[in-house]
């Protein structure tokens, strides 16, 4: 390959590495803010149970209105809870083991296109928990908004106290505490990245990869230049 050439050819792969890393780095997210093929974990804690509990939360898109939302939390309790969740209604379906139950509204993604002083139904305490509660859903507030690191959030509460953030881009949950009378589910934010990538999230490897990019680039330059 002649050196002309060769130079098209890192600049092409340089401009697809960069293309491909941001793809990467917002977790195959579309425009409508889908949180497709993207892992949140958190620190999760409740007072039915004492000690923290890591948690993987992993989204994928399994048909053009449903995200499927997998739960795995780790240490003592090694276990798997599954659900659908309908994107046009955020409607809980086909849940697995454990989680929010059917007909319960999500609360681990919210719209993307809310504002300021809306009102969102979301499952605020799991069935059977309490005697004669027939559903979980409570009505919460979007009252808010801050940054979490570098991603920004809506804050959302209920009337029981709960106070819940969530990434405005793709609206998956970041912090929260779920509340209702005794009873709490918190989750604390430990990182978000893309599945099939442990351990690496995407603005990590949207980093690594235009960094080595620009640096294979520099040295084949300096090198035509000695030549």
């Not at 401009?15 to 579309?30: D, E, W």
């Not at 979007?142 to 959030?153: C, I, Q, Y």
């Given at each position: 390959?002649?050196?002309?050439?060769?130079?098209?050819?890192?600049?092409?792969?340089?401009?697809?590495?960069?293309?491909?890393?941001?793809?990467?780095?917002?977790?195959?997210?579309?425009?409508v803010?889908?949180?497709?093929?993207?892992?949140?974990?958190?620190n999760?804690?409740?007072?039915?149970?004492?000690?923290?509990?890591?948690?993987?939360?992993?989204?994928?898109?399994?048909?053009?209105?449903?995200?499927?939302?997998?739960?795995?939390?780790?240490?003592?309790?090694?276990?798997?809870?599954?659900?659908?969740?309908?994107?046009?209604?955020?409607i809980?379906?086909?849940?697995?083991?454990?989680?929010?139950?059917?007909?319960?509204?999500?609360?681990?993604?919210?719209y993307?296109?809310?504002?300021?002083?809306?009102?969102?139904?979301?499952?605020?305490?799991?069935?059977?928990v309490?005697?004669?509660?027939?559903?979980?859903?409570?009505?919460?507030?979007?009252?808010?908004?801050?940054?979490?690191?570098?991603?920004?959030?809506?804050i959302?509460k209920?009337?029981?106290?709960?106070?819940?953030?969530?990434?405005?881009?793709?609206?998956?949950?970041?912090?929260?505490?779920?509340?209702?009378?005794?009873?709490?589910?918190?989750?604390?934010?430990?990182?978000?990245?893309?599945?099939?990538?442990?351990?690496?999230?995407?603005?990590?490897?949207f980093?690594?990869?235009?960094?080595?990019?620009?640096?294979?680039?520099?040295?084949?330059?300096?090198?035509?230049?000695?030549?």
């Amino acid at each position: 390959m002649k050196k002309s050439n060769l130079g098209k050819f890192f600049l092409a792969l340089i401009t697809f590495l960069i293309v491909f890393s941001h793809f990467l780095a917002i977790g195959y997210s579309n425009a409508v803010g889908i949180p497709n093929g993207l892992q949140v974990k958190h620190n999760y804690s409740t007072n039915v149970m004492s000690g923290i509990t890591p948690s993987t939360m992993t989204f994928t898109k399994s048909s053009s209105d449903t995200i499927h939302i997998t739960n795995y939390l780790g240490g003592d309790i090694d276990d798997t809870g599954s659900w659908d969740t309908n994107t046009n209604t955020r409607i809980i379906s086909n849940q697995v083991n454990f989680g929010p139950f059917n007909g319960d509204h999500s609360v681990f993604w919210i719209y993307t296109n809310i504002s300021l002083d809306d009102q969102l139904l979301m499952c605020n305490i799991w069935k059977g928990v309490h005697n004669g509660l027939t559903n979980g859903d409570a009505t919460f507030n979007v009252t808010g908004e801050a940054m979490h690191g570098t991603m920004e959030v809506w804050i959302l509460k209920d009337a029981h106290g709960s106070e819940m953030w969530y990434e405005k881009a793709r609206g998956f949950l970041v912090n929260g505490t779920l509340k209702h009378s005794t009873d709490y589910n918190t989750y604390e934010f430990v990182s978000v990245g893309v599945t099939g990538l442990p351990g690496v999230s995407g603005y990590s490897l949207f980093l690594i990869i235009c960094v080595t990019a620009m640096i294979s680039f520099v040295i084949i330059q300096r090198k035509k230049i000695k030549n």
